[in-house]
């Protein structure tokens, strides 16, 4: 069974930045597409910047030109390069793993880490 490990969250200045990591246990991870999401208080998860088996990446319009995604498949992880952060950017991040049908199927989520962008 897979289990997803995040950090690097944490508190930053407007316009500072953040690097968040996830960890990938079980499973062959090179097969997956990655996501990362976020959720607003009271609101619904969303998804924030993916990442698929053959490296496409997709990032929703308001972070493009500011966030990059990225894939380390002989680490096994994740990582979200967050720059020029703004206070709409506060959000509880979750990392996302999909597994391909030969695989199972399986969506995973990791537990979360908070990304509060304050002055």
């Known amino acids: 069974q897979v289990q997803l490990v995040e950090s690097g969250g944490g508190l930053v200045q407007p316009g500072g930045s953040l690097r968040l990591s996830c960890v990938a246990s079980?499973?062959?991870?090179?097969?997956?597409?990655m996501a990362w999401y976020r959720q607003f208080p009271g609101k619904q998860r969303e998804l924030v910047a993916s990442?698929?088996?053959?490296?496409?990446?997709d990032y929703t319009d308001s972070v493009k030109g500011r966030f990059t995604i990225s894939r380390d498949n002989d680490k096994n992880t994740m990582s979200l390069q967050m720059n020029s952060l703004k206070p709409e950017d506060t959000a509880l991040y979750y990392c996302?793993?999909?597994?391909?049908?030969?695989?199972?199927?399986?969506?995973?989520w990791g537990q979360g880490t908070q990304v509060t962008v304050s002055s």
């Open positions: 996302n793993l999909k597994q391909p049908i030969f695989q199972g199927g399986r969506e995973y």
């Open positions: 079980g499973g062959t991870f090179s097969y997956n597409d």
């Open positions: 990442i698929s088996s053959h490296y496409t990446r």
